[in-house]
């Protein structure tokens, strides 16, 4: 039964993959609005290919020099084009550089005729998301080793329904070099994602560099090699905003702080009866010392990433380790706090510090269930299930969904044949505001996470693709568009792009993708970024 539908189906879509009439091109994530015609507008070859922006901004100018590689991933070409040259004209409103939630990433594209090609936006980030629309309506002919745009004229008007539309990385249960983060930023990038959570430490590790506290990367991290120094964060932080994403820290605290307590063991609480597994272990909230770390850190982490938001974790405290440190019982009682109390204590002294930072807090949805009183603005991330979302939405707080988008795991949980098979189906039609019928616009977006105890940078890419692509038209896309036999052909078409440009996205089911080692070529190196920036430009950005 299995195998007669997989067949029939792939029938099926080798028809609407040979783009006959009325196909039209395959843009993922799905544009609101995508009208198309039936000629084929000829390409220059890449060394004539022009594009022409009106403003002048520096991040703009690292984006669009990257497409101008991204548009030919086969090289120069032959021009079919007849022009001596050719131009992508980008219209931007205003060259303002400020990226913050809620910027405006809208975009029109109209593909008129060879000498009319045309992107207009409000901001440079909407200039960027129009980028990669048009990269994904080129088509590349070996035979005569050329490109054009089939189904012109195009005509796009695009924007997001979701302010948040992120994705989480691990770097505390394994490192990622800093190139790898890089190339994961390509990656979410070129599916219009707009945040990257970066979920720096955790019980395993503590591998950011702290000026002011050396022992917790020194004595923390896993190696001497597998550190973030300052300027490797300011790297990440800049190359990130030539997509238009946005990098939210993670220092998740009280608990999984195990890996504070490398370099500080006075940092944790002593419950020797938890420490059969590390992620039980938590702050020791008593100690003035562990606020004056925590201070300190916080000071110079918001001074390398300018975001308005900062996330410090929350989830998984084990109340029992702190009942187990006499030291921690006897502040409780002199305080007259039982477990919630202290850890709302705790909770209201981060936003204490965040406050003096201009940061504004996000968690996990755990001190949310406990009862902790969140101070307003606080942005809660929900973990455990979508009925915690009504919950958060009416208490007033800003919502982003996770539950459903746990890369680290299959989805459904429990299915043991076919493995990763189709289990993008179910990450798919799973929607951030599922089952919220009020205050549905406090939920901002959502994000996918991978969480990384047993993936690196040799696994990552094929455990993250093609399974995110489902995530990223989920979160672009208005909500009804959410057919899975409509979206696969899409999936398809861009696992594939995304293939040419060094992810190693594979297949949704049997079909072709013409990568360039077909034609003696070779694929950009995937433990490397697109473009590699240096310290000027990295500054500029920053500026
Ligand atoms: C492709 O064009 C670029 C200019 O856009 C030029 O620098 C490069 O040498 C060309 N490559 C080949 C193989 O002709
Ligand atoms: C605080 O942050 C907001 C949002 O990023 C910004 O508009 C404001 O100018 C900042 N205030 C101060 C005092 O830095
Ligand atoms: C798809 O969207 C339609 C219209 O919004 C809705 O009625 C339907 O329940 C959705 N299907 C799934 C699987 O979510």
């Known amino acids: 039964m299995r195998q007669t539908f997989v067949i029939v189906f792939a029938l099926l879509v080798g028809v609407t993959l040979a ?19 039936s000629q084929v507008v000829p390409i220059s070859d890449a060394s004539t290919f022009i594009i022409q922006s009106n403003v002048n901004s520096v991040t703009l100018n690292v984006a669009t020099k990257r497409y101008s590689t991204l548009f030919f991933p086969f090289g120069n070409g032959t021009s079919t084009s007849g022009a001596p040259t050719q131009s992508l004209s980008i219209q931007v409103q205003s060259s303002n550089e400020d990226l913050a939630l809620g910027v405006d990433e809208s975009y029109k594209i109209a593909v008129d005729s060879a000498s009319s090609l045309t992107i207009t936006a409000n ?9 990669e629309t048009f990269s994904q309506l080129l088509t590349y002919n070996p035979k005569s080793n050329s490109y054009s745009i089939p189904f012109a004229p195009i005509s796009i008007s695009d924007s997001p329904r979701f302010q948040w539309r992120g994705f989480m990385i691990d770097t505390a249960r394994h ?13 979410l990038g070129y599916n219009k994602f707009n945040v990257l959570h970066w979920h720096m430490v955790d019980a395993e590790s503590f591998p950011v560099v702290s000026t002011t506290y050396p022992e917790l990367s020194a004595k923390g991290a896993f190696n001497p090699l597998a550190i973030y120094t300052h300027d490797d964060i300011e790297e990440v932080v800049a190359y990130a905003k030539t997509y238009g994403i946005r990098v939210i820290p993670e220092f998740d605290i009280p608990g999984h702080a195990y890996g504070w307590g490398f370099g500080y063991p006075q940092l944790l609480a002593q419950c020797p009866g938890y420490a059969y597994n590390i992620n039980n272990i938590a702050l020791n909230i008593a100690e003035p010392f562990t606020y004056q770390v925590i201070t300190g850190l916080f000071t110079e982490m918001a001074a390398l990433f300018p975001d308005q938001y900062f996330h410090t ?8 380790c702190w009942l187990q440190d006499p030291s921690i019982v ?3 009682n002199k305080m007259g706090f039982d477990s919630v109390h202290a850890e709302t204590y705790f909770e209201n002294q981060l936003t204490y510090i965040l406050d003096g930072l201009n940061r504004t807090k996000i968690v996990w949805n755990d001190p949310f269930q406990n009862g902790v009183t969140l101070a307003p603005g606080t942005v809660v991330q929900i973990w455990n299930s979508a009925d915690i979302t009504q919950q958060v939405v ?24 076919g493995e990763f098979e189709n289990t993008w189906e179910v990450f798919y039609t799973s929607d951030p505001a599922s089952g919220v019928t009020s205050n549905v616009d406090s939920v901002i977006g959502g994000e996918a996470t991978m969480w990384s105890e047993q993936v690196d940078q040799m696994s990552w890419d094929t455990r993250v693709f093609p399974r995110a692509l489902a995530v990223a038209e989920r979160l672009w896309s208005a909500a009804y568009i959410n057919d899975t036999n409509s979206a696969l052909p899409r999936l398809e078409q861009q ?6 440009r060094g992810v190693n996205s594979g297949p949704l089911e049997p079909d072709f993708c013409l990568i360039q080692t077909y034609l003696g070529m070779s694929r950009p190196n995937r433990l490397r970024p697109i473009i590699k920036l240096d310290r000027d430009t990295i500054k500029s950005i920053l500026s």
């Open 19 to 37: 783009q006959g009439p009325g196909s039209g091109p395959f843009v993922l994530p799905q544009p609101v609005s995508l009208t198309w015609g």
């Open 123 to 131: 901001t440079i980030y909407g200039a960027m998301r129009g980028l």
């Open 175 to 187: 490192y990622e070099p800093v190139n790898f983060i890089l190339h994961i930023i390509d990656a």
């Open 313 to 320: 974790g929350g989830d998984e405290v084990i109340f029992g």
């Open 330 to 332: 006897s502040w409780m």
């Open 394 to 417: 009416d208490a007033g707080f800003k919502a982003i969904a996770s539950y459903a988008w746990y890369f680290d795991k299959q989805q459904p949980m429990g299915v043991s044949t």
């Open 495 to 500: 696992s594939c792009n995304i293939a040419r």
